[in-house]
């Protein structure tokens, strides 16, 4: 493998992201591969790292009380075209705390590589966790992303993650990511993804709204283009009384691609309630047509539509 | 010769015959109405001047500025010049109002696409970036699809019950455009059953089962509209002879 002697440099220039490096307000974490190559921590936010030839563990804590008001930036990339990122990540969000993560997923040359995540996350009583994953790959397609976390949501804590692949290719996107919700937490999760060519995109979100009051809500915007395939699998369970839970899929085909969306709803709970709403299929037809009024191809207007179903 | 033509359309949607030899002149610069009841072919009309699909198997021509329109879609219509606002326009989740203003205006600034959302009555910094989805009311939304027009600024615009939905006051901004339109040389034509935008009109053809049955001024269309169309019990059958004599 040939890679650039300034990684961190290389990395953040990708992902746009170079001023953070100097900012001494805003935390951030550089790995490449499987080596840390720039970290900036602020008060009560600990991050511990083990390096190793297969795969990198990353723990993260962030103190009890503690408000960081700025995102914190992560980015974890690879810039030669081939070879595998694993990391293992490990968060405690203490209570009463609250962090905003960017993770900038950086895979610009990407021809045979695999991107692989496995996180146990735990957000205690009252805290509030935000992921924000931005993928930034190539368009070659040969980045194989496979997200996995289970995430275990105390009484009154937030979740929020939101994932976002929208330029380059998404080669194979694999995201297997189930929520247990305890009393008055509220779990979010949106997957935001532009597929074509060959891109494969699976997704798959459990939400168990175990506790009182607890509401979760699941929502994916998926585009499919050319040959793209992608299965949609949204799973709540409402057992604890007054949980409220909602599954929502709008999903766009065009050429020969194919969607599969499943969404998966089960009460347990007589006090509880969940809705779900799916739209699969080609664009709109009255807002093709709105827009072609305004003088904008089908394809322009196409490319309109999908762009703000995907913002 | 009118900047367009309507020569002997007739079209037929699923064995039914919706329009009946329509023959009309629309002159530059200045606002006609199609009225008539409902079902009496107005909306079908439009839908076949814009070519809108599933209206453009018909009998008949159409011409725009001298050029025929019957091999043209929808959007190669649009770049001639013309445009059409829908009585309900679709919503958009996830576009911007900026966005989908700049993707048809002449000019993309900001500078430009604000003072659109002014001329309408719609705070840029409030609307700017709030998207065209449901969250807009519908008058909000009738707006922002004026704004558009104006961005786009073209030479004929089709509107589609513009009445449609929208309060008193929403209804007067509308005036307003109509009337910074005209003043730029836009011709306009309204398609309503409504006595308040027909006075909007210089010009007027009266329509019912698919014909037109009067063509006008839109001062002398009004009394007989008012008179004989808005009470009539049976809105799709009036005497023709009646309203022809």
Known sequence: MSVPTDLTSELTKTAKIEDILTNPDVAHLIIHHHKVTSSHLLPGLEVQTKEAEDHIDIIVRLKENTILEKPVHMCFGMLPKDGVQKLNMDIVIGKNASIDILAHCTFPNGVSIDHIMDAKIVIEEGAKYSYFERHIHGDLGGVNVYPTAHIDLKKKSHFYSEFELLKGRAGLIDINYSVDCDDDSILEMLARINAKGDDVVKINEIGNLNGERSRGVLNSRVACRDNAKAEVKSVITASGSYARGHVDCTEIVQDNASVNAVPIVTVNNPKAHITHEAALGSVDSKQLQTLMAHGLTEEEATDLIIQGLLS | ?245
């Open chain 2, 1 to 245: 010769m009118g900047i367009l033509n309507v020569d002997n359309v007739s079209l037929k949607l699923s064995g039914k015959q919706i329009l009946n030899n329509v023959s009309m002149d629309i002159w530059k610069g200045h606002v006609h109405a199609i009225v008539g009841p409902n079902g009496a072919g107005k909306s079908t009309l439009a839908s076949v001047i814009m070519g809108l699909p599933g209206y453009r198997n018909h009998e008949g021509k159409i011409t725009f500025e001298q050029k025929e329109l019957n091999s043209l879609s929808l959007d190669e219509r649009a770049r001639l010049g013309m445009t059409y606002g829908w009585q309900e326009p679709a919503r958009f989740e996830g576009l911007s109002i900026h966005d989908f203003i700049a993707a048809a205006a002449k000019d993309k600034s900001k500078q430009s696409i604000n003072a659109h959302l002014d001329q309408v009555g719609l705070d840029p910094e409030k609307y700017a970036m709030r998207a065209v989805d449901k969250t807009l009311s519908g008058g909000e939304r009738k707006k922002v699809e004026l704004a558009s027009i104006l961005a786009m600024d073209p030479d004929l615009i089709l509107l589609d019950e513009p009445d449609s939905g929208i309060d008193v006051a929403t209804l007067e901004k509308m005036f307003d455009v109509i009337k910074i339109l005209k003043e730029k040389g836009t011709t306009i034509i309204l398609i309503t059953h409504s006595l308040a935008v027909l006075k909007q009109a210089d010009h007027a053809f009266l329509m019912c089962h698919g014909q037109v049955i009067e063509k006008n001024t839109a001062d002398k269309i009004i009394p007989y509209f008012e008179n004989n169309c808005m009470p009539c019990p049976h809105k799709n059958m009036p005497d023709i002879e009646e309203a022809s004599s």
